[in-house]
């Protein structure tokens, strides 16, 4: 089972964006618009934010979005706050046999 | 309220056996879907074993298959996680995870598996 790949960090100030990809392959990501997107502050169990690669569970800011397009899902926070600070995993669906596969984890940091 | 509550972790040998359990409350257990989800010291998260709402469809990682077996008791709304073999590299905090439409929308808080000599 291959990871799906996410970038090791990504950071900016109060207010700006950032967005972080998960790079799959057409077996997991590509295949199937079962991407979903956990934040994990520190110490912590996730938290699922987004789920079908571009919907959001009631009670998640709407400042949390998301999209997929080909291999590659992308999860954007607008007006970044502080207490958004932490790691931030996508998960594909990836068929019968290999069931899920988890990104490997983007640590967001809030300057 | 949605309450997943896992037990039974510790400290095991290499080559040992523990038995892991998740005390599900809240909802109608008998119609979801349940998985663990494991993450390493310092790691990211890893998909483990998931089991069908009747308990008769049961997948695993390639990486514990044929070590670890996930069942579940509707009358008791309970998951379990049976740990066999375990090696130093199964050492995680194991999540006990409700699935609804292949999204995990409830996670317990952890249940830590420490495998060391």
């Known amino acids: 089972q291959s990871a799906v790949t996410q970038p090791r960090s990504v950071s900016g100030s109060p207010g700006q964006s950032v967005t972080i990809s998960c790079t799959g392959t057409n077996s997991d990501v590509g295949a199937y618009d079962y991407v979903s997107w956990y934040q994990q502050l520190p110490g912590k169990a996730p938290k699922l934010i987004i789920y079908e690669a571009s919907k959001r569970p009631s009670g998640v800011p709407d400042r949390f979005s998301a999209s997929k397009s080909g291999n590659t899902a992308s999860l954007t926070i607008s007006g970044l706050q502080p207490e958004d600070e932490g790691d931030y995993y996508c998960c594909s669906y990836a068929g019968t046999y290999t069931s899920f596969v988890f990104g490997t984890g983007t640590k967001v940091t809030v300057l | 309220e949605v309450q997943l509550v896992e037990s039974g972790g510790g400290l095991v040998q290499p080559g040992g056996s523990l038995r892991l359990t998740c005390a599900a409350s809240g909802f109608t257990y008998s119609s979801f879907w349940m998985h663990w989800v494991r993450q390493g010291p310092g790691e990211g998260l890893v998909w483990v074993a998931r089991t069908s709402d009747d308990g008769t469809i049961r997948k695993y990682a390639d990486s514990v298959k044929g070590r670890f077996t996930i069942s579940r008791d509707n009358a008791k709304n309970t998951l379990y996680l049976q740990m066999n073999s375990l090696r130093v590299e199964d050492t995680a905090v194991y999540f006990c995870?409700?699935?609804?439409?292949?999204?995990?929308?409830?996670w317990g808080q952890g249940s830590l598996v420490t495998v060391s000599s």
């Open positions: 995870v409700r699935a609804d439409n292949y999204r995990f929308d409830f």
